[in-house]
């Protein structure tokens, strides 16, 4: 008979043996505030919807680019990556804010321990699929959003830390990079806080990787480092 899979398999199973669940290690979170963990399925809806709203609320994307259907994807991204959240206290939330273009299923309603997920991530590396810009010997992290109602207050730099502390556990691995759009300025001093150097040489266009941009224009993209 065809071989059957498990009723609730590994959803990391199909991804690099870096990023598989076994031998990952635990997240911890060096914010006071933040827990930094793994994303769930249950988790997918909050997360399309901070970081729809993330980029909108930021000037960064037209309520009406078509790649705000990538960024509602986050069951795909799941599957090609290492997705993590970070979660705050319910209590620091003010009421959500409204965008064409969010997902309908609003954010996540607050776990029984009272918290919600306020941030998420995606971690990756050369030649998988979510991957944009990692060369041998580099980790990746993408889509790096934080709800515009808890933004600064740390929840970006506990993902950022947490992808930090991953890279520097992989064997093979000696920089961490990430792709960041040149509006993001609050993202810039962030990273660089973190020692994070821009490399523009390695700076891109959609154009330069094949790619038609999805909203007409074909905008630079700049590229940031750090050795670990």
């Known amino acids: 008979m065809p071989h059957e899979r498990p009723e609730n398999p590994d959803p990391t199973e199909d991804l690099h ?11 911890v979170s060096r914010v006071p505030g933040v827990t930094v963990r793994d994303a769930k399925a249950e988790d997918h ?7 729809v709203t993330s980029y909108i ?6 309520p009406e680019d078509e790649y705000i259907v990538n960024l509602q994807d986050v069951a795909t991204r799941a599957r090609q990556a290492r997705v993590l959240v970070g979660e705050v206290e319910a209590s620091t939330l003010a009421e959500p804010p409204s965008h064409p273009g969010e997902p309908d299923a609003g954010p996540a309603a607050p776990s029984a321990a009272g918290t919600v997920v306020a941030g998420s991530v995606v971690l990756t590396l050369p030649g998988m699929p979510m991957s944009e810009t990692a060369r041998e010997g580099e980790f990746e992290f993408r889509m790096l959003a934080v709800d515009p109602r808890v933004q600064r207050r740390g929840v970006a730099r506990a993902l950022v830390r947490a992808a930090i502390d991953r890279a520097e556990q992989l064997e093979g691995i000696d920089a961490i990079v990430l792709t960041t759009m ?26 330069d990787i094949g790619q038609a941009p999805t909203s007409g224009e074909d905008p630079l993209y700049w590229v940031y480092r750090r050795s670990v």
């Open 45 to 51: 809806a909050a997360i399309a919807h901070l970081t």
């Open 57 to 62: 609320d930021g000037g960064h994307i037209d």
């Open 182 to 207: 040149v509006t993001m300025a609050g993202a810039h001093r962030l990273y660089e806080s973190e020692g994070f150097v821009r490399v523009p040489e390695r700076d891109w266009r959609l154009s």
């Open 17 to 27: 043996p870096a990023l598989r669940a076994a031998g990952w290690p635990q997240s």
